[in-house]
């Protein structure tokens, strides 16, 4: 299997559902698996979040997060959002909670705008691009033949012994678990969700210098629902 399948046109799209004040909250999110060399019987295991809310304020994990703006969209379809990255990283002994967590202002475009670097045919190619010094890009190569993303530890969380960088590679397994799984669904009042998922990846992921093989599994979601302080 050389491409996950399936209809991802909207990968980077935040406006499938029409946004609601206070109540429109976007996510994407990958965990990976990876064995743990130390103890077969276990996985090391790793969990990133991007999203943003239509919302004034919200806690997550404790920490209060205001956005002071709003999603914007540039002539092109491009987005800037202002966000959070949020990520754990359990290393088959240790949990590190949170390995991540930071405020930012996140641009998405897919490959049919002007800044991604090539031609585009709109069928799923795209990335998400936190703006902040370091890379916590989370994107889909052309032709839809893998997902990548990275992230730097947080500096608290490294003085608590955690790795420092981390980077992932996201490629097809085998048939039903990459193929795009689609769910849609609006109730009264325009609330409702619209999920994309992918069951089942294989990994490659690198912590610092050590390198591992694994399985993962990708979701982007919207939900237009009341919400309450979350923990990730």
């Not at 994407?28 to 060399?37: H, K, S």
């Not at 969209?73 to 290393?91: N, S």
């Not at 930071?102 to 190619?125: F, Q, Y």
Request: proline residues 8%.
């Amino acid at each position: 299997m050389k491409n996950f399948l399936g209809d991802l046109s909207s990968l980077w799209r935040l406006d499938t559902l029409p946004a609601i004040p206070r109540l429109s909250w976007w996510w994407y999110w990958a965990i990976m698996y990876v064995p743990d060399p130390d103890n077969p019987a276990r996985s090391r295991q790793l969990m990133i979040l991007w999203s943003t809310k239509e919302t004034s304020a919200i806690r997550v994990s404790g920490h209060w997060w205001r956005p002071g703006s709003r999603m914007s969209t540039d002539e092109h379809g491009g987005l800037v959002v202002p966000g959070m990255v949020c990520a754990w990283w359990y290393d088959g002994k240790r949990m590190f909670e949170p390995l991540v967590l930071k405020e930012c202002r996140m641009a998405v475009v897919d490959d049919n705008h002007p800044l991604w670097p090539g031609e585009g045919t709109g069928t799923g190619a795209g990335a998400l691009v936190p703006l902040l010094d370091e890379d916590f890009s989370l994107g889909m190569r052309p032709g839809n033949e893998s997902i990548w993303l990275c992230l730097t530890s947080d500096a608290e969380a490294r003085a608590e012994g955690a790795p420092m960088s981390f980077e992932a590679e996201l490629t097809p397994w085998w048939g039903p678990p990459s193929t795009l799984t689609y769910k849609n669904n609006v109730y009264g009042y325009g609330m409702g969700y619209d999920i994309l998922r992918l069951q089942g990846t294989k990994l490659k992921l690198k912590v610092d210098d050590e390198e591992f093989e694994g399985t993962a599994y990708f979701q982007k979601v919207q939900v237009q629902a009341p919400s309450f302080p979350w923990y990730w």
